[in-house]
């Protein structure tokens, strides 16, 4: 045989080899290993329908594999077929050179358990030690493959512990050309990504260079009705809501890029959309809900921790804001902690590097929100609160978190049925600053009463609040933070109740403050005019005698610690100065005010009207020289003026008063329940007249207090329990003047540091004592007024005698004139006698009486007119004449001679037996103290100032008089009623 046919014998019988061991014995031999070393290896039941490898196209084919789950009958994962060409050009370049690689129908089978663990967590075990022990690997094969297409993948994802299931259909992978060599590193690789995923679309495109040293990648991301919803469960931290609907739009591109010498660059931008989202929390209460939201992604640079928006839109929103009874709001519980770990298993990461970390930044170029709504419920507050922002509208340019930067704003809403407000201006945030024209109208007090319900008793019924200026606020650094608000604020329709009452406590329809400049930091006010319009307030006296005003203000609460710390002395040295307050008040005005006072710890009660309360008061300043002006006026019960004038600095620092009060011409019968009370007495007529003037300085008080009442009548008695004792209508009788008029000025002076000290309770004292005075001295009460003292209440007899001094006969005068301004007040005349002196001095006087008729007879005989015997005179040279005739006249027994005749004796002895033969008895005392009221009497009556039936001879109780010091019982004394 020749050399070229046994060649070609050789050739042919290679070929016939070839072919039988490629087409016959090759696929056989394959299936037969593969299936061994995988079942082996993966401990699962591995199957393969058939497998084609052609040697003349380098084709190999896989159909029908089938993975067994290694716990169950399922099919772990399957494809219908493997399609791969190699190129013989793979044996020159010692490379793996795939023409193209087809993977059609892959399926896979995925189980969560409960436990957490999947159906194939072997496998990764497995992985995972094989993968430590091929540590000290060579050199990455190189391949160049060409043309990979998966099609018509899906997968099941059944999840045992959240009790779902997942699934992915029409799975499709393209990748048109990828290696590892180095002449094709810097060729991108263009992957493409579609699917379906719980019947949402999802695509993934891209291009990137996986083995250059750039690792330069970029893909584009398109997915249409993401159910996020689903996927929440698989977030690695533990969730307090519940998503219940809500899709999302996707479309964006990542980039990546890794350059040597250069920090990496991870980059993400696009388009997100959401829509109809709605969130409730863990309670199933609704949390949030969204109609839509887009918001345009212009950049999120991953590695340099900075995000900037284009765009963020937010259409008709609705957030469910709650605070608990704890403190507790919901947005801010969404993510609760876990529980702390134990130590043993806690793994502490080292600290990130300070130049590895950079500062987070954010740019956000337009925010907006349309129509939004917030709903904010407040459970803490013993009563609930509910507020409701409804036509929220925001919108926001040029947001940064750069130093410096400023934003422009504009936000509005309207609040509960009639509040609206509304802000412009600008916005930064490093540092903080706010440059804001604010506007609000209409917001009701009404809805916020639960949060000052514990601190004062009143149920708020209506009032509103509006405000319209500029809110400043700047982040000064170590200086903290200030702020500036300029405008006017004006409350209107303001009404409120006593909660222990349920009736009207304060309203009023306008009360505006503006123009304001107030500051913090420094803290200042001031403050161009308050006015308040058309208000009323009660002042009550309840049946416990507290006021009204005196329980508005809930009791502090305080704890025990504060309690502590409360009552702790400051050390030496610790006590600071503190500037005055930087506050001014430019002017105060009141119009249309209605004051009702109410005292019902009275009974039967009483009520009064303050009414037509106007005024002002200007120049209101702590300052030390700085005093304001008052002018305030009103009418009591309609038709009674009263005003208060003068100039006052009321801060404490700086006291100043000098106010002067005045009102005239009050009806006082209205005042009978006090006057029942106090007085026993009901009050059938008068009226009262109040001119005070207080004024402070340096912490003393100089008051000076007139009160005049015209007329002051008492009607009927009144039982009364805390009813005076003292003789109520003495005193006003006393004090009255012949015009029916009292007149009381009442100085007090004190230091109203004094805790004791008390202008009113002065003043009452001073009253007390008045009464007091007239019961117990009333004629030193009156001599305070018209001189005399206790002197006029008396008048002193020589012993024997009836007859009038001079002294008695002025002091009788001075009591007329008494008796004469004060018109109202009666007088009792009381005679008495001293049983022994008076007895002897009227047997004198009766003795001296006959010696003056002796003389009287001669005078008659004489010619001389006839007078009366007490107004004869005997001198001393006729005395024992006309003694000598009135004893011969006497006819007891006289002493005799021995011839029986009448003896001759000196003066003497015939006064003696005169006065020893004078009979007085005690009815000739009686007619003597009798005698000596009627002088009394008579005399008074003679001035004609005083009319007869206001002068009463009183018969006593007996002749001698109650003992008064040095004064003689031979007396009158006097009584007034």
Do not use: C
Not at 289 to 296: D, V
Not at 552 to 565: D, G, M, N
Not at 906 to 918: Q, S
């Amino acid at each position: 045989m020749t050399r070229p046919k046994t060649i070609l014998l050789w050739v042919i019988g290679f070929f016939v080899v070839f072919t039988v061991v490629g087409l016959f014995v090759v696929p056989p031999l394959l299936k037969s290993v593969i299936l061994s070393n995988l079942s082996d290896k993966l401990d699962r039941e591995v199957s393969i329908r058939q497998i084609k490898v052609n040697p003349y196209t380098l084709t190999v084919t896989i159909k029908g594999f089938a993975l067994k789950d290694r716990e169950t009958e399922d099919t772990f994962f399957s494809f219908d077929e493997l399609f791969a060409r190699l190129k013989a050009i793979s044996i020159f370049k010692r490379a793996i050179i795939v023409g193209d690689a087809k993977l059609k129908g892959p399926h896979g089978h995925v189980v969560r358990n409960e436990d957490g663990s999947y159906n194939f967590s072997d496998l990764l075990a497995m992985a995972e030690s094989g993968k430590s022990k091929s540590a000290e690997s060579s050199k990455p094969i190189q391949f160049s493959i060409n043309n990979i297409i998966v099609s018509d993948g899906s997968l099941d994802f059944i999840d045992l512990s959240k009790n779902t299931f997942h699934e992915v259909e029409g799975l499709t992978l393209k990748i048109p050309f990828i290696s590892n060599m180095r002449y094709y590193v810097d060729t991108y690789v263009e992957p493409s990504f579609s699917a379906l995923i719980n019947g949402d679309a999802y695509s993934i495109k891209g291009k990137a260079k996986p083995f250059a040293e750039s690792r330069e990648s970029e893909f584009t991301i398109d997915i249409k009705d993401f159910d996020f919803a689903r996927y929440l469960p698989y977030l690695p931290l533990k969730i307090d809501f519940r998503v219940l609907s809500g899709t999302i739009d996707l479309t964006g591109k990542v980039t990546f890029a890794q350059h040597k010498d250069k920090p990496p660059s991870l980059i993400a931008g696009g388009d997100i959309r959401f829509r109809n989202i709605d969130v409730v929390d863990g309670k199933k209460a609704p949390l949030v809900k969204l109609s839509s939201a887009e918001i345009n992604l212009t950049s999120y640079e991953v590695y340099a921790n900075s995000i900037r928006v284009a765009k963020a839109d937010f259409q008709s929103p609705e957030v469910a804001v709650r605070r608990s009874r704890k403190g507790t709001i919901n947005l801010l519980s969404l993510f609760p902690e876990e529980k702390a770990v134990a130590k043993k298993t806690q793994v502490k990461k080292p600290p990130a590097k300070a130049e590895d970390t950079k500062p987070f930044t954010l740019a956000i170029d337009a925010l907006q929100v349309v129509e939004g709504k917030v709903l904010f419920t407040d459970l803490e507050p013993p009563d609930p609160v509910k507020l409701q922002a409804q036509r929220l509208n925001i919108q926001v340019k040029n947001v940064s978190l750069e130093k410096n930067s400023k934003a422009t704003m504009q936000l509005s809403f309207a609040l509960g049925k009639r509040g609206v407000f509304s802000t412009k201006g600008t916005l930064g945030i490093n540092p903080l600053s706010l440059d804001l024209a604010l506007d609000a109208k209409g917001i009701a007090i009404k809805d916020l009463q639960p949060y000052f319900t514990e601190q004062i008793r009143l149920y708020v019924v209506g009032g509103n609040v509006s405000a319209s200026g500029n809110l400043a606020v700047q982040d000064r650094g170590g200086k903290g933070l200030t702020a500036r608000y300029t405008g006017k604020v004006l409350v209107t329709n303001f009404s409120s109740l006593d909660k222990n009452t349920t009736e009207d406590f304060a309203k009023w329809k306008t009360l505006a403050l503006g123009p304001l400049d107030i500051g913090y930091n420094p803290t200042y006010a001031h403050i161009k005019g308050v006015a308040l319009s058309d208000f009323y307030s009660a002042v009550v006296i309840n049946p416990d005698g507290t006021l009204s005003f005196s329980q508005i203000q809930e009791p502090a609460r305080e704890s025990h610690e504060a309690t502590v710390q409360g009552t702790k002395a400051p050390a030496p040295g610790e006590a600071k100065t503190e500037p005055p307050l930087d506050i001014e008040i430019e002017k105060v005005t009141l119009q249309g005010g209605t004051i009702q006072f109410t005292d019902r710890l009275i009974k039967p009660s009483y009520s009064a009207v303050l009414t037509e309360i106007g005024g002002r008061v200007t120049g209101l300043s702590p300052r030390k020289n700085r005093r304001a002006d008052v002018e305030l006026r009103g009418k009591l019960d309609n038709h009674v003026p009263l005003e208060i004038t003068g100039k006052i600095n009321p801060w404490r620092e700086n006291l100043y008063v000098d106010l002067a009060m005045k009102f005239k011409d009050l009806e006082l019968s209205p005042l009978t329940p006090y006057s029942g009370k106090y007085t026993g007495y009901s009050l059938e007529k008068g009226k009262l007249s109040f001119d005070v003037r207080y004024l402070i300085v340096d912490r003393k008080l100089d008051a000076k207090n007139m009160i005049f009442f015209d007329q002051l009548t008492l009607g009927d008695r009144v039982e009364s329990p805390d009813a005076t004792k003292l003789p109520v209508r003495l005193a006003i009788a006393l004090l009255k003047d012949r015009h029916g008029q009292i007149k009381l000025d009442i100085p007090v002076t004190g230091y109203i540091d004094d805790p004791k000290f008390s202008v009113w309770k002065i003043i009452w004292k001073i009253i007390g004592n008045l009464l007091t005075k007239a019961a117990t001295s009333p004629f030193a009460l009156l001599g305070s007024v018209f001189g005399g003292g206790e002197e006029l209440s008396y008048l002193e007899f020589d012993y024997g005698r009836a007859t009038l001094d001079e002294g008695n006969i002025k002091k009788l005068d001075t009591l007329t004139n008494v008796l004469e301004q004060k018109p109202s007040i009666k007088l009792d005349i009381e005679g008495h006698a001293d049983l022994e002196r008076d007895r002897e001095g009227l047997k004198n006087y009766l003795v001296n009486r006959k010696i003056k008729t002796q003389k009287l007879k001669d005078m008659v005989k004489k010619g001389s007119p006839s007078v009366p015997v007490d107004e004869v005179t005997v001198e001393p040279a006729e005395y024992e004449k006309y003694l000598k005739r009135a004893y011969d006249a006497e006819k007891f027994p006289k002493p005799r001679n021995i011839i029986g005749l009448a003896k001759s004796l000196p003066a003497g002895e015939m006064e003696k037996l005169m006065l020893t033969n004078t009979v007085v008895n005690d009815n000739d005392m009686r007619t003597l103290a009798h005698q000596r009221a009627t002088n009394a009497k008579e005399l008074i009556l003679k001035s004609e100032k005083v009319t007869p039936d206001r002068v009463f001879i009183v018969e006593p109780k007996s002749l001698a008089p109650e003992k008064k010091g040095d004064i003689k019982d031979s007396r009158v004394d006097f009584r007034l009623k």
